[in-house]
Protein backbone atom coordinates (compact mmCIF):
# COMPACT_ATOMS: atom_id res chain seq x y z
CA UNK A 1 0.00 0.00 0.00
CA UNK A 2 0.87 3.67 -0.45
CA UNK A 3 1.50 5.96 2.36
CA UNK A 4 -1.93 7.69 1.61
CA UNK A 5 -3.71 3.83 2.43
CA UNK A 6 -1.52 3.55 5.75
CA UNK A 7 -3.08 7.00 6.65
CA UNK A 8 -6.36 5.99 6.00
CA UNK A 9 -5.88 2.71 7.47
CA UNK A 10 -3.89 4.17 10.78
CA UNK A 11 -5.82 6.97 11.28
CA UNK A 12 -2.32 9.04 11.34
CA UNK A 13 -2.19 11.77 8.80
CA UNK A 14 0.05 11.67 6.07
CA UNK A 15 2.16 14.09 7.29
CA UNK A 16 2.90 12.43 10.73
CA UNK A 17 3.30 9.33 8.98
CA UNK A 18 6.49 10.86 7.23
CA UNK A 19 7.75 12.70 10.43
CA UNK A 20 8.11 9.15 11.92
CA UNK A 21 10.22 7.57 9.02
CA UNK A 22 12.13 11.22 9.44
CA UNK A 23 12.54 10.07 13.07
CA UNK A 24 13.59 6.68 12.01
CA UNK A 25 10.45 5.18 13.98
CA UNK A 26 8.77 3.68 10.46
CA UNK A 27 10.31 2.20 7.89
CA UNK A 28 8.74 1.37 4.52
CA UNK A 29 8.56 -2.23 3.02
CA UNK A 30 10.26 -0.96 -0.01
CA UNK A 31 9.08 1.13 -2.94
CA UNK A 32 7.19 0.38 -6.59
CA UNK A 33 8.06 0.36 -9.63
CA UNK A 34 7.68 4.43 -9.89
CA UNK A 35 9.39 5.02 -6.83
CA UNK A 36 6.48 5.64 -4.08
CA UNK A 37 6.90 4.38 -0.85
CA UNK A 38 5.58 0.97 0.20
CA UNK A 39 3.81 -0.45 3.11
CA UNK A 40 2.80 -3.51 4.34
CA UNK A 41 0.84 -5.14 7.36
CA UNK A 42 4.24 -4.99 9.83
CA UNK A 43 4.68 -1.32 8.69
CA UNK A 44 0.91 -0.84 9.97
CA UNK A 45 1.44 -2.47 12.85
CA UNK A 46 4.30 -0.35 13.42
CA UNK A 47 2.32 2.71 13.26
CA UNK A 48 -0.22 1.10 15.80
CA UNK A 49 2.57 0.41 18.35
CA UNK A 50 4.15 4.03 17.92
CA UNK A 51 0.34 5.10 18.65
CA UNK A 52 -0.24 2.97 21.30
CA UNK A 53 3.23 4.65 22.97
CA UNK A 54 2.66 7.79 22.57
CA UNK A 55 -0.92 7.60 23.96
CA UNK A 56 0.45 7.03 26.97
CA UNK A 57 2.28 9.65 27.41
CA UNK A 58 5.88 9.08 25.48
CA UNK A 59 7.26 11.44 23.21
CA UNK A 60 8.65 10.40 19.88
CA UNK A 61 12.09 10.30 21.16
CA UNK A 62 11.01 7.98 24.36
CA UNK A 63 9.51 5.86 21.64
CA UNK A 64 12.29 5.29 19.93
CA UNK A 65 13.75 3.96 22.89
CA UNK A 66 11.06 1.67 23.86
CA UNK A 67 11.10 0.08 21.00
CA UNK A 68 14.72 -0.81 21.02
CA UNK A 69 14.03 -1.88 24.83
CA UNK A 70 16.46 1.36 25.95
CA UNK A 71 14.16 2.11 28.60
CA UNK A 72 13.07 0.35 31.63
CA UNK A 73 9.23 -0.04 31.81
CA UNK A 74 8.51 0.42 35.39
CA UNK A 75 10.62 3.17 35.41
CA UNK A 76 9.11 5.33 32.42
CA UNK A 77 5.86 4.59 33.81
CA UNK A 78 6.39 5.54 37.19
CA UNK A 79 7.23 8.82 35.86
CA UNK A 80 4.65 8.85 33.45
CA UNK A 81 2.30 8.23 37.04
CA UNK A 82 3.58 10.96 38.44
CA UNK A 83 3.33 13.74 35.52
CA UNK A 84 -0.22 12.56 34.52
CA UNK A 85 -1.20 13.17 38.88
CA UNK A 86 0.79 16.44 37.89
CA UNK A 87 -1.10 17.67 35.22
CA UNK A 88 -5.02 15.72 36.71
CA UNK A 89 -4.14 18.16 39.48
CA UNK A 90 -3.37 21.57 37.69
CA UNK A 91 -6.89 21.12 35.68
CA UNK A 92 -8.38 20.34 38.87
CA UNK A 93 -7.15 23.80 40.43
CA UNK A 94 -7.75 25.67 37.25
CA UNK A 95 -11.47 24.02 37.19
CA UNK A 96 -12.37 25.14 40.79
CA UNK A 97 -10.80 28.67 40.43
CA UNK A 98 -13.57 28.50 37.32
CA UNK A 99 -15.93 27.54 39.09
CA UNK A 100 -15.51 30.20 42.05
CA UNK A 101 -15.02 32.73 39.52
CA UNK A 102 -18.53 32.02 38.05
CA UNK A 103 -20.40 31.57 40.99
CA UNK A 104 -19.69 34.97 42.18
CA UNK A 105 -21.90 36.14 38.84
CA UNK A 106 -19.53 38.55 37.25
CA UNK A 107 -21.40 40.53 34.84
CA UNK A 108 -18.50 42.14 32.97
CA UNK A 109 -14.85 40.80 32.25
CA UNK A 110 -13.65 43.66 34.27
CA UNK A 111 -15.01 41.69 37.12
CA UNK A 112 -13.46 38.31 35.81
CA UNK A 113 -10.18 39.87 35.89
CA UNK A 114 -11.06 41.29 39.70
CA UNK A 115 -12.07 38.15 40.71
CA UNK A 116 -9.19 36.18 39.45
CA UNK A 117 -6.65 38.68 40.57
CA UNK A 118 -7.93 38.41 43.90
CA UNK A 119 -7.81 34.85 44.43
CA UNK A 120 -4.20 34.97 43.08
CA UNK A 121 -3.68 36.82 46.14
CA UNK A 122 -5.64 34.42 48.22
CA UNK A 123 -2.89 31.93 47.31
CA UNK A 124 0.25 34.13 47.91
CA UNK A 125 3.17 32.65 49.15
CA UNK A 126 3.13 35.46 51.58
CA UNK A 127 0.94 35.49 54.47
CA UNK A 128 1.32 39.14 54.85
CA UNK A 129 -0.15 39.37 51.45
CA UNK A 130 -2.89 36.90 51.93
CA UNK A 131 -3.88 38.64 55.48
CA UNK A 132 -3.87 41.87 53.16
CA UNK A 133 -5.64 40.55 50.67
CA UNK A 134 -8.37 39.59 53.01
CA UNK A 135 -8.44 42.77 54.68
CA UNK A 136 -8.97 45.00 51.61
CA UNK A 137 -11.64 47.65 50.91
CA UNK A 138 -12.25 45.60 48.03
CA UNK A 139 -12.07 41.90 49.58
CA UNK A 140 -16.14 41.78 50.63
CA UNK A 141 -17.20 41.71 46.53
CA UNK A 142 -14.01 40.42 44.74
CA UNK A 143 -13.03 37.19 46.49
CA UNK A 144 -15.24 34.42 45.49
CA UNK A 145 -17.07 32.40 48.95
CA UNK A 146 -16.11 28.94 47.13
CA UNK A 147 -12.45 30.18 47.30
CA UNK A 148 -12.48 31.58 50.71
CA UNK A 149 -13.88 28.28 51.67
CA UNK A 150 -11.03 26.12 50.03
CA UNK A 151 -8.39 28.73 51.87
CA UNK A 152 -9.68 28.18 55.31
CA UNK A 153 -9.59 24.59 54.54
CA UNK A 154 -5.89 24.48 54.14
CA UNK A 155 -4.48 27.34 56.01
CA UNK A 156 -1.56 27.01 57.60
CA UNK A 157 -1.16 30.42 59.17
CA UNK A 158 -3.58 30.95 62.07
CA UNK A 159 -3.64 35.37 61.52
CA UNK A 160 -4.50 34.35 58.29
CA UNK A 161 -7.32 32.04 59.06
CA UNK A 162 -8.85 34.48 61.21
CA UNK A 163 -8.56 36.78 58.10
CA UNK A 164 -10.48 34.23 55.93
CA UNK A 165 -12.78 33.24 58.82
CA UNK A 166 -13.83 36.89 59.67
CA UNK A 167 -14.19 37.47 56.03
CA UNK A 168 -16.82 34.78 55.63
CA UNK A 169 -18.53 35.62 58.70
CA UNK A 170 -19.45 38.88 57.32
CA UNK A 171 -21.06 37.13 54.06
CA UNK A 172 -23.52 35.56 55.96
CA UNK A 173 -26.33 33.57 54.12
CA UNK A 174 -23.92 33.47 51.32
CA UNK A 175 -21.48 31.64 52.92
CA UNK A 176 -23.28 28.89 54.73
CA UNK A 177 -23.51 26.00 51.91
CA UNK A 178 -19.23 26.68 51.29
CA UNK A 179 -19.04 26.28 55.03
CA UNK A 180 -21.99 23.34 55.52
CA UNK A 181 -20.39 21.40 52.93
CA UNK A 182 -16.84 21.81 55.23
CA UNK A 183 -18.51 18.90 57.54
CA UNK A 184 -17.34 16.47 55.03
CA UNK A 185 -13.59 17.30 54.55
CA UNK A 186 -11.01 14.86 55.90
CA UNK A 187 -9.34 17.20 57.63
CA UNK A 188 -10.56 18.00 61.53
CA UNK A 189 -8.60 21.27 61.89
CA UNK A 190 -10.63 22.45 58.74
CA UNK A 191 -14.10 21.17 60.06
CA UNK A 192 -13.03 22.86 63.31
CA UNK A 193 -12.86 26.32 61.49
CA UNK A 194 -15.95 25.90 59.43
CA UNK A 195 -17.66 25.28 63.13
CA UNK A 196 -15.95 28.48 64.84
CA UNK A 197 -17.33 30.91 61.55
CA UNK A 198 -20.80 29.23 62.33
CA UNK A 199 -20.86 29.60 65.61
CA UNK A 200 -20.57 33.11 65.19
CA UNK A 201 -23.00 33.57 62.55
CA UNK A 202 -26.96 34.53 63.26
CA UNK A 203 -29.75 32.35 62.14
CA UNK A 204 -31.50 29.20 62.15
CA UNK A 205 -29.85 28.52 58.36
CA UNK A 206 -26.22 29.27 60.70
CA UNK A 207 -27.65 26.69 63.37
CA UNK A 208 -29.07 24.03 60.92
CA UNK A 209 -25.16 23.83 59.42
CA UNK A 210 -24.08 23.55 62.68
CA UNK A 211 -26.06 20.25 63.87
CA UNK A 212 -24.26 18.73 60.44
CA UNK A 213 -21.14 18.66 62.76
CA UNK A 214 -22.77 17.80 65.97
CA UNK A 215 -21.78 13.91 64.98
CA UNK A 216 -18.11 14.89 64.27
CA UNK A 217 -15.60 11.80 65.33
CA UNK A 218 -13.04 14.41 66.65
CA UNK A 219 -14.14 15.63 70.00
CA UNK A 220 -13.20 19.19 69.60
CA UNK A 221 -15.29 19.84 66.59
CA UNK A 222 -17.98 17.45 67.99
CA UNK A 223 -18.02 19.65 71.34
CA UNK A 224 -17.38 23.18 69.26
CA UNK A 225 -20.31 22.35 67.36
CA UNK A 226 -22.51 21.32 70.88
CA UNK A 227 -21.86 24.05 72.35
CA UNK A 228 -22.68 26.55 70.10
CA UNK A 229 -25.98 25.11 69.61
CA UNK A 230 -26.43 25.03 73.11
CA UNK A 231 -25.77 28.77 73.35
CA UNK A 232 -28.88 29.15 70.88
CA UNK A 233 -31.01 27.76 73.70
CA UNK A 234 -30.89 24.15 71.53
CA UNK A 235 -32.14 21.48 73.72
CA UNK A 236 -31.97 18.64 71.69
CA UNK A 237 -28.03 18.41 72.45
CA UNK A 238 -29.03 17.82 76.24
CA UNK A 239 -27.83 14.05 75.89
CA UNK A 240 -24.40 15.71 74.01
CA UNK A 241 -23.83 18.05 76.57
CA UNK A 242 -24.41 15.01 78.99
CA UNK A 243 -21.78 13.33 77.11
CA UNK A 244 -19.33 16.32 77.06
CA UNK A 245 -19.47 15.99 80.84
CA UNK A 246 -18.93 12.39 80.97
CA UNK A 247 -16.10 12.12 78.98
CA UNK A 248 -14.41 15.22 80.84
CA UNK A 249 -13.92 17.06 77.44
CA UNK A 250 -14.84 20.64 78.11
CA UNK A 251 -16.98 19.48 80.81
CA UNK A 252 -17.19 22.50 82.61
CA UNK A 253 -18.10 24.46 79.57
CA UNK A 254 -20.77 21.72 79.23
CA UNK A 255 -22.15 21.90 82.74
CA UNK A 256 -22.69 26.13 82.26
CA UNK A 257 -24.51 25.09 79.14
CA UNK A 258 -26.85 22.63 80.73
CA UNK A 259 -27.65 24.97 83.93
CA UNK A 260 -28.95 27.79 81.26
CA UNK A 261 -30.62 25.32 79.01
CA UNK A 262 -31.95 23.77 82.72
CA UNK A 263 -34.07 27.11 83.21
CA UNK A 264 -37.14 25.05 81.35
CA UNK A 265 -38.07 22.58 83.13
CA UNK A 266 -38.52 19.70 80.53
CA UNK A 267 -34.55 20.31 79.90
CA UNK A 268 -32.93 19.59 83.34
CA UNK A 269 -35.65 16.70 84.02
CA UNK A 270 -34.15 14.91 80.24
CA UNK A 271 -30.57 16.11 81.17
CA UNK A 272 -31.10 14.68 84.57
CA UNK A 273 -32.23 11.37 83.43
CA UNK A 274 -28.96 11.08 81.10
CA UNK A 275 -26.85 11.15 83.79
CA UNK A 276 -28.84 9.16 86.00
CA UNK A 277 -28.60 6.27 82.67
CA UNK A 278 -24.91 6.52 83.17
CA UNK A 279 -23.93 6.30 86.48
CA UNK A 280 -24.28 2.92 87.41
CA UNK A 281 -21.32 2.03 85.13
CA UNK A 282 -19.61 5.20 85.55
CA UNK A 283 -16.25 5.06 87.44
CA UNK A 284 -15.60 7.58 89.79
CA UNK A 285 -14.02 10.57 88.35
CA UNK A 286 -16.93 10.55 85.71
CA UNK A 287 -19.14 10.02 89.08
CA UNK A 288 -17.97 13.24 90.20
CA UNK A 289 -17.86 15.48 87.32
CA UNK A 290 -21.87 14.17 87.33
CA UNK A 291 -22.18 15.58 90.59
CA UNK A 292 -20.61 18.63 89.80
CA UNK A 293 -22.82 19.18 87.08
CA UNK A 294 -26.10 18.37 88.96
CA UNK A 295 -25.38 21.16 91.63
CA UNK A 296 -27.19 23.89 89.21
CA UNK A 297 -29.37 21.28 87.98
CA UNK A 298 -33.32 22.53 89.36
CA UNK A 299 -35.77 19.69 90.07
CA UNK A 300 -36.46 17.00 92.57
CA UNK A 301 -34.87 14.63 90.22
CA UNK A 302 -31.42 16.04 90.26
CA UNK A 303 -31.58 15.96 94.27
CA UNK A 304 -32.72 12.69 94.20
CA UNK A 305 -29.65 11.48 92.37
CA UNK A 306 -27.17 13.32 94.40
CA UNK A 307 -28.67 11.76 97.52
CA UNK A 308 -27.34 8.75 95.71
CA UNK A 309 -23.88 10.25 95.34
CA UNK A 310 -23.95 11.43 98.47
CA UNK A 311 -23.96 7.77 99.62
CA UNK A 312 -21.35 6.59 97.10
CA UNK A 313 -18.39 4.50 98.66
CA UNK A 314 -15.98 6.67 96.61
CA UNK A 315 -15.15 9.80 99.23
CA UNK A 316 -14.70 12.00 96.99
CA UNK A 317 -18.12 11.58 95.26
CA UNK A 318 -19.55 11.34 98.21
CA UNK A 319 -18.43 14.45 99.76
CA UNK A 320 -18.76 16.49 96.59
CA UNK A 321 -22.55 15.74 96.32
CA UNK A 322 -22.92 16.22 99.78
CA UNK A 323 -21.49 20.11 99.56
CA UNK A 324 -23.93 19.77 96.86
CA UNK A 325 -27.06 18.97 98.69
CA UNK A 326 -26.25 21.76 100.86
CA UNK A 327 -25.29 24.56 98.38
CA UNK A 328 -28.71 23.98 96.87
CA UNK A 329 -30.79 24.10 100.54
Known amino acids: MLIGELSRRSGVSVRMLRHYEAKGLLTPEGRSAAGYRQYGDPQAAQVAEIEALRALGLSLDEVGLAREALLAPAEVLGVLCAESRRRAEAEQRLQRRLEQIAAAGPTVWDDVLAAARAVDRLVSVDSSERVRALLGADAAHEMPTGALAEALAAEADPNVAGAIAWQMARRGPSALEALRTMATLPTPAARLRAVRVLAGMEGED??????????????????????????????????????????????????????????????????????????????????????????????????????????????AVSATARFAIRYRG
Open 206 to 315: AAAALAGFVDDPVSSVRATAVLALARRGDAAVVGDLVDLVCRGRQDVEAGEALEVLAAVGATARAATAEFAARWGGADVPVRRRIVQALVDLPGEEAQALLRVAAADSAQ
